[in-house]
């Protein structure tokens, strides 16, 4: 079954940091480009970062930049996301997905909830 | 950065109603468009890419048309399961914006 699973998710305190981790399966990730979206509660999608087959190339929303880094191992078949200096509004659900070349966000992970609270 | 609009922000309809959701871009990105539909408390499904392409497995009754700035996504006769949120994105170049989504429910 092809399927991402994402881990990593928690309760952090402002200003922390996080790493979180898909884990692909059923499938081997070279070849696509890798992305996070993430939910906040009760709002809508909201893309965070990409980063291409060879990790070449990464890109980031205005939100994250700076603050968070994509990173993926694809011996591993794995996509990261390393989250710094953390903020109240980056409490969401955060989503790992693939890209098939030509096409948009078609496999997605379950999701991994991250709050950020004192 | 181009935004993305969608309207109307919710609609409610009677079941094999004919439902239209429009979705445009503040500036032309082609046909670099997709459409997701994301059933409360689950995970976003793509339904249609390349503005008009069906992904595998979705039915039929899902629709998709325009292009540079304008698009529209075409629910052809309203079944209970897709009662949902419906959300627009680009995909051209980054950053690959979401629209605020539509949500449908069942009148």
């Known amino acids: 079954e092809v399927q991402l699973v994402e881990s990593g998710g928690g309760l952090v305190k402002p200003g922390g940091s996080l790493r979180l981790s898909c884990a692909a399966s059923g499938f081997t990730v070279t070849g696509y480009t890798m992305n996070w979206v993430r939910q906040a509660p009760g709002k809508g999608l909201e893309w965070v970062s990409s980063i291409s087959s060879g990790s070449s190339s990464k890109y980031f929303a205005d939100s994250v930049r700076g603050r968070f880094t994509i990173s993926r191992d694809n011996a591993k078949n794995s996509l990261y996301l390393q989250m710094n200096s953390l903020r109240a509004d980056d409490t969401a659900v955060y989503y790992c997905s693939t890209r098939t070349p030509g096409m948009a966000f078609d496999i997605w992970g379950q999701g991994t909830m991250v709050t950020v609270s004192s | 950065d181009i935004q993305m609009t969608q309207s109307p922000s919710s609609l409610s309809a009677s079941v094999e109603d004919r439902v239209t959701i429009t979705c445009r871009a503040s500036?032309?990105?082609?046909?670099?468009l997709a459409w997701y539909q994301q059933k409360p408390g689950k995970v976003p499904n793509l339904l249609i890419y390349a503005a008009s392409t069906l992904q595998s497995g979705v039915p039929s009754r899902f629709s998709g048309s325009g292009s540079g700035t304008d698009f529209t996504l075409t629910i052809s006769s309203l079944q209970p399961e897709d009662v949902a949120t419906y959300y627009c994105?680009?995909?051209?170049?980054?950053?690959?914006?979401f629209g605020p989504g539509t949500k449908v429910d069942i009148k």
């Open positions: 500036q032309g990105i082609g046909n670099y």
């Open positions: 994105q680009k995909y051209d170049t980054p950053p690959f914006t």
